[in-house]
């Protein structure tokens, strides 16, 4: 599914991004683009180092995000080493997972291998359902939901019903084509 | 006091300056006309009582007392007790002095507090001013100089001579912060000059993070604090060590009972939360030495990636931070 994101480019506020004060600041632009947006990207292009605080602040923005509107996808997109590195502290500290796009890899930021290995092969599918994901990865469909919940949970695929379900309610599952964005 | 570890002094040239530890609020002081170094030698001065004072080339006149003078080692402790600690309350036209002439030695900590006492002064003294004899020796005058620019209105040095060769000593002159803006202006600043400077990303970052977090947890956190603080940095040696102080005048700390206890609760995990454990997490990633001294009331800490420790020493007001960021 393409989608053309909002894109909140970070650099436009300086390439050393520090304080709680600014992380609110930006924390704000976020609420306000994902009242609209359909796809939202937290664009890090530019920016050389970020603080924990502002990275948290951001975080827990981006978090509401995913809550308010399901149907976004919200992510991050080229973090440098070291922002990723605090990012996964952040995260881990609050529970949280994020997904991160690097040129057109996702990762899911704070999430473990099984999750990555579940991301890159719904990426190679685009839209998919559930049986065929896990017949890709051979895995059991129970186990495999659990895997979809937490990659909507981190904002890196949406759902929607399946209008060509024969019978009763099936979702489909899209990780967004993001080569629109710019990033 | 005339030891090697400098501070306050009683310098024979200068006889009629007053210490620290001399102060008295009926100490007459002196005023220095711009651009002329006080000397003791011939011409006259009267005090209200009448009685002369024979001092310098230079007519002087008395005001309500105001003078630091400072020698040697003016470092770290040093430079916190000698330029804030108990000043008294002076007349709005009141005339700080500030005679750093035998001054051998200076670090990041002295040009922050120096400036912060400038500023307090010229706050506190609206009609006031700030004379700075500078270091005799001029590269030790250059990098104090350095760290106070652009000087603040108000502040005149005597006898200094401006060279284009100096090398470079401050990365970030000290800086007032008053907001968190400034704190995030500060840390850009940062990252351009040590670019600019020819500092690795990898410090540049750090040092960056650390002016603008440290910054803001002053603001943030320090209890009654009288001043606004001050955020400074400089680079010396071929190692192009950095050295990086937040200074503020907060009680929380300093003030406490125990000061060091306090301190020794500061150390958390490096995969903690806060604005320490993260330099030093990242330094340790990029392979870098990271230290941080924290200096409060009579409280030491000293902390690396792999341990801390801290002590005691002489009393100095408020919280400074020192972050060592070298190779």
Redesign the interface.
């Known amino acids: 599914m393409s989608l053309t994101p909002h894109v909140i480019r970070l650099s436009r506020r300086?390439?050393?991004?520090?304080?709680?004060?600014?992380g609110e600041d930006v924390s704000q632009e976020v609420r306000e683009a994902s009242r609209t947006a359909s796809a939202l990207i937290v664009d890090f292009q530019g920016v050389?180092?970020a603080?924990?605080?502002f990275l948290d602040e951001v975080a827990c923005a981006l978090r509401s995000a995913i809550a308010d509107q399901r149907q976004s996808y919200v992510l991050l997109a080229n973090l440098n080493e070291?922002l990723a590195?605090?990012m996964k502290?952040v995260l881990?500290?609050r529970g949280m997972m994020l997904g991160a796009l690097d040129g057109e890899q996702l990762e899911v930021l704070g999430g473990g291998p099984h999750l990555q290995e579940t991301l890159a092969a719904a990426q190679e599918l685009g839209t998919f359902t559930a049986a065929e994901l896990a017949e890709r990865l051979a895995q059991k469909l129970p186990n495999l939901h659990q895997r979809l919940a937490q990659l909507q949970d981190a904002g890196v695929i949406s759902s929607e019903e399946d209008p060509t379900a024969r019978r009763g309610r099936r979702l489909r599952f899209n990780v967004a084509d993001l080569q629109s964005a710019g990033c | 006091m005339c030891g090697r570890r400098g501070g306050f002094v009683r310098d024979p040239g200068y006889a009629a300056l007053p210490t620290r530890s001399s102060w008295s609020p009926d100490w007459p002081s002196m005023r220095a006309h711009a651009g002329r170094e006080v000397r003791c030698c011939e011409s006259e001065l009267v005090e209200p009582s009448g009685r002369p004072l024979t001092l310098d080339g230079v007519s002087m006149q008395y005001k309500d007392p105001a003078a630091i003078s400072v020698a040697e080692d003016v470092r770290r402790d040093q430079a916190l007790t000698s330029f804030l600690g108990v000043e008294p309350e002076g007349e709005p036209d009141t005339e700080l002095m500030i005679y750093a002439g035998p001054v051998e030695s200076l670090d990041v900590v002295t040009g922050a507090a120096a400036r912060m006492r400038v500023a307090r002064h010229l706050r506190k003294h609206p009609a006031g001013t700030v004379t700075l004899i500078p270091p005799r020796d001029g590269a030790v005058a250059g990098r104090l100089v350095d760290l106070l620019r652009p000087l603040p209105e108000g502040l005149t040095l005597t006898a200094w001579e401006d060279r284009e060769d100096r090398p470079r000593y401050a990365l970030l002159p000290a800086t007032q912060i008053h907001d968190p803006e400034d704190a995030h202006l500060a840390g850009e600043a940062a990252l351009e000059v040590c670019e600019a400077a020819r500092v690795s990303e990898e410090r540049a970052a750090i040092i960056a993070l650390a002016v603008m977090d440290l910054a803001e947890n002053a603001l943030l956190h320090a209890e009654d604090a009288t001043d606004p603080p001050i955020v400074a940095a400089t680079v010396v040696g071929r190692e192009r060590v950095v050295e990086v102080v937040v200074l503020d005048t907060g009680r929380g700390i300093s003030e406490s009972g125990d000061a060091e206890a306090r301190l020794a609760a500061l150390p958390a995990p490096l995969n903690g939360a806060g604005i320490l454990p993260e330099l030093l997490r990242i330094g340790k990633r990029h392979d870098l030495g990271v230290r941080i001294e924290v200096l409060a009331g009579t409280g030491r800490l000293r902390w690396r990636w792999n341990g801390h420790s801290t002590s005691r020493g002489l009393y100095v007001p408020g919280t400074t931070v020192v972050v060592t960021v070298s190779r």
């Not at chain 1, 300086?14 to 600014?22: D, E, I, K, M, S």
């Open positions: 300086g390439r050393a991004l520090g304080t709680r004060a600014l050389r180092v603080s924990s605080p070291d590195d605090t502290l881990a500290r």
